[in-house]
């Protein structure tokens, strides 16, 4: 599986932005999908994830402001961000995880860098 992130960016302080992640190959491996964010004072963390059924998972510092969703006809998962803050700056890492069925091993894209202006 290969996951490809796009739509990071520079946006001022209250903005929004949407992030897409495109996965080709084995998709039919992909269970949960999902968001993580890296900063240079933070471990790699999530943000949001969705199941292919559709149920989702927010970090609390997030919750009400950002949506993930999910496009399973294209592989394709989005995070719509809203009222961003310069506390969400870092890189953003899409993540794919695979059915127990086919293994324990993670997928991930490229990280993409978001950047809040105050």
């Known amino acids: 599986v290969q996951l490809q992130a796009s739509g990071g960016g520079l946006v001022q302080a209250g903005g929004s932005l949407r992030l897409s992640c495109a996965a080709s190959g084995t998709t039919f491996r992909i269970n949960v999908m999902g968001w993580y964010r890296q900063t240079p004072t933070k471990q790699r963390e999530l943000i949001a994830s969705?199941?292919?059924?559709?149920?989702?998972n927010y970090a609390a510092s997030v919750k009400g402001r950002f949506t993930i969703s999910r496009d399973n006809a294209k592989n394709t998962v989005y995070l719509q961000m809203n009222s961003l803050s310069p506390e969400d700056t870092g890189v953003y890492y899409c993540?794919?995880?695979?059915?127990?069925?086919?293994?324990?091993?993670?997928?991930w894209g490229q990280g993409t860098q978001v950047t809040v202006s105050s």
């Open positions: 969705i199941t292919v059924g559709g149920n989702t």
């Open positions: 993540n794919a995880d695979p059915h127990p069925f086919y293994g324990s091993i993670s997928f």
